[in-house]
């Protein structure tokens, strides 16, 4: 009899050094079916899916295909078993283009050893007109913006005509409107027979797409329940072994003196001859969290990234605590009172191939408390600073302070960024997007640090894509549009709907700054 699973995996171990990854988990992909994986981050979710690409062996266990035992030691013998997968962080190559990605490793070449990119582009253009996935073949990858990087992701998968698609935490870099049309791929992608693995955190997307749903919690499997019989809240308990509270808690704000001030700030952009803000003017006080809202690619980033020094600015000043900072160098911007959680984690917020605690000490390493007066480091305060700041923030890693920043989960990652920028007392906090990718437990978490920076009367700057999170979290809103800032609201006072029309420029006031 012809078994109804495409793919199973029982009774799975793997280890790393100090801790279990993925503790005797057993999960069961149907035929044609969208199966999510749900746990917290670092729960063992993207190395269950990594054993099952051949990206990791297990130890102990099997995986079976229809029914049949495989071995997979490699990707190789995933792909030749049609299994494909989209990495949290793709792999593409930025200075290829769409098409020579997606046929990387599978060229179809003639006689003479000639590549044969004519019927490779018709199987591309046919591909993304039956699964409706838009993109420009010949556009470079360092060229396009990530929903399309993923969409080419998603080809690659379909060229070499996999049946079986891992999706590892897909939408933590879309827009909602990406993630509506990824949704919808999905959907389209199952109706035509593919079995779909989705790894996420985000509750409602699972509830929208996931027949079935398994959850991971610290590496142990607790259970597989079928979507449209649970609500949120019960598989948000599951995941996280108590119930979280989904509304951020907190009181009326009582503002107090500016400590932060932006006047006509412009900064240029590197994409085009246009600036990517033009003539911002703001100011954030005391006890007070404001957001920074809009759709992605408006300038917020080039935003942050003038005022927290990444940049320069072409005209405007940014004043701190009283002082010009406009021409600051970023260490300087630091030691007056600025914290950064950057939006790229990897490229700003750590230095992957550090241990835990050098990560920890990265903007303060040259302080008496940890560099003595001929210039060595004080190993032993650098340690017991960081084993403080993991216990206190909950940072979870395999060998506590001396564990490779890379070999941490995002969450734990995003977790050691936050403690670290927390930990230096800051007047003023600017936090980008700081709970991306993160899971519903953390989330909850990290609000709470950003409220209890605010009640302890510092200045909190939170630039965000989340719509929850913008209605949810902050006293005031401004949007961004183009560069612009185009309304200031107050969340208490707002709809969705209102945010959403000044968010794509259907909307806008004069602020007055």
Do not use: W
């Not at 494909?84 to 769409?98: A, D, I, P, R």
């Not at 909602?176 to 919808?184: A, F, G, T, V």
């Not at 980033?301 to 605590?321: A, F, M, N, Q, R």
């Not at 216990?391 to 936050?418: F, H, L, P």
């Amino acid at each position: 009899m012809e078994s109804p699973y495409a793919i199973e995996m029982l009774n799975i171990t793997k280890r790393f050094p100090g801790i279990i990854a993925n503790d005797n988990i057993t999960l069961q992909l149907k035929k044609g079916e969208i199966h999510a994986l749900l746990g917290e981050n670092g729960a063992g979710k993207s190395t269950l899916m990594s054993v099952l690409f051949g990206l990791y062996q297990a130890e102990e266990g099997t995986i079976k295909k229809d029914g049949e035992v495989v071995k997979i030691n490699d990707p190789n013998d995933a792909n030749a078993l049609g299994i494909g997968m989209v990495h949290q962080h793709f792999k593409l190559v930025e200075c290829f283009t769409v098409l020579d990605n997606i046929i990387m490793g599978v060229e179809p070449v003639g006689p003479m050893g000639f590549l044969r990119k004519k019927e490779a582009r018709e199987k591309v253009i046919a591909l993304s007109k039956k699964y409706g996935l838009d993109v420009d073949p010949d556009a470079k990858i360092e060229d396009i913006t990530v929903g399309m990087q993923q969409r080419t992701e998603i080809l690659k998968m379909l060229y070499r005509d996999n049946e079986i698609l891992i999706f590892d935490e897909p939408t933590a870099v879309l827009t909602p409107q990406e993630i509506d049309e990824l949704m919808q791929i999905m959907r389209n992608l199952a109706a035509e027979g593919k079995s779909i693995l989705f790894i996420s955190h985000k509750l409602a997307e699972i509830m929208a797409v996931a027949d079935r749903c398994t959850v991971l919690r610290k590496g142990k499997y607790i259970g597989t329940v079928n979507t449209k019989d649970v609500t949120m809240e019960e598989l948000s308990a599951m995941m996280v072994g108590r119930n979280v509270n989904f509304h951020v808690e907190k009181k009326p704000a009582t503002p107090g003196d500016t400590v932060l001030e932006v006047r006509h700030m412009t900064v240029a952009s590197k994409t085009h001859s246009n600036n990517a803000v033009k003539d911002a003017s703001f100011k954030v006080r005391r006890g007070e969290i404001v957001c920074i809202a809009g759709i992605d690619g408006n300038g917020q980033s080039e935003l942050v990234y003038g005022l927290t020094g990444l940049e320069p600015l072409t005209k405007g000043e940014i004043v701190l605590d009283g002082k010009d900072i406009t021409k600051a160098s970023i260490r300087k911007r630091s030691t007056s009172g600025m914290s950064h959680i950057p939006e790229d984690r990897h490229k700003h917020g750590l230095v992957l191939d550090y241990s835990l605690e050098y990560n920890m000490i990265l903007q303060t390493y040259f302080e008496s408390a940890f560099t003595d007066k001929i210039g060595f480091l004080r190993r032993k305060n650098i340690r017991n600073f960081s084993d403080k700041l993991i216990e206190q923030y909950d940072v979870r890693s395999g060998q506590g302070s001396i564990t490779s920043a890379r070999s941490m989960s995002g969450g734990n990652q995003q977790k050691a960024i936050i403690a670290r920028e927390l930990d230096k007392q800051p007047e003023v906090l600017v936090a980008v997007q700081p709970t991306r990718g993160l899971d519903v437990g953390a989330i909850e978490y990290i609000h709470k640090q950003l409220v209890a920076q605010r009640d302890a009367g510092k200045a909190v700057l939170l630039i965000s894509l989340e719509l929850d999170e913008v209605m949810d979290v902050p006293d005031r809103i401004l949007v961004m549009y183009e560069g612009e800032i185009v309304g200031e609201l107050d969340p208490k006072k707002t709809t969705q709907e209102e945010l959403g029309l000044y968010m794509a420029g259907a909307k806008r006031d004069e602020v007055k700054a």
